[in-house]
């Protein structure tokens, strides 16, 4: 998971406790969720804290990225720095992004002519990247990129990657476990 300081929450918990739960749930041996961040510490939008397991040109060696948002994607799609880690990602490799995380994606250059979603405030600027935008869809997959819109997508998200890198029925246990009763 791609973080910076200032991000999003619920862009983060939500898909990390359901991408952890592969673990906890002991449904797939050696799977490990890295927080990529070339800070140690950073703290969300919100004011929590929260340590980074590995630097951002980590990413070349991941099976799956997900990109968090937050007010400072605006700024962080301008900085080659830091779009400069993820330069050498590949066609193997699942990638999403959820709110103006998508931004990243498209200043990648990943959402040329790609179905993408984002954030609303972020759809003009997304569609400026090349990608199709879609502004009445929570969730769009096309290949191995997923992006999301608005916070609560990141269930889709989390689940579309473990469903990608390990199966669907790992996928429908991992919802099972937090699915709401009703």
């Known amino acids: 998971m791609v973080v910076f300081d200032g991000f999003t929450d619920l862009d983060f918990y939500l898909p990390w406790d359901l991408l952890n739960r592969v673990r906890l749930l002991k449904l797939k ?17 919100a004011g929590l804290p929260l340590t980074s397991s590995q630097p951002y040109s980590f990413a070349a060696s991941c099976d799956a990225l997900l990109f968090c948002s937050g007010p400072k994607t605006r700024e962080l799609i301008k900085d080659k720095t830091f779009l400069n880690n993820f330069k050498s990602l590949e066609s193997r490799q699942i990638i999403a992004a959820i709110d103006s995380g998508a931004l990243i994606l498209g200043a990648l250059n990943l959402l040329q002519d790609k179905n993408a979603t984002t954030y609303p405030t972020a759809f003009e600027a997304l ?5 199709k935008v879609k502004t009445n869809e929570a969730f769009i ?12 997508s990141g269930d889709k998200l ?24 009703c």
């Open 29 to 45: 041996e050696n799977w490990k969720v890295e927080i990529l961040c070339d800070e140690s510490q950073i703290f969300s939008a």
């Open 127 to 131: 569609a400026e990247y090349g990608a």
């Open 158 to 181: 989390a689940l579309w990657i473990i469903e990608k890198l390990i199966g669907a029925h790992i996928s429908e246990k991992v919802f099972e476990s937090v699915k709401p009763l």
């Open 141 to 152: 997959s096309d290949g191995n990129i997923a992006t999301g819109a608005r916070c609560l």
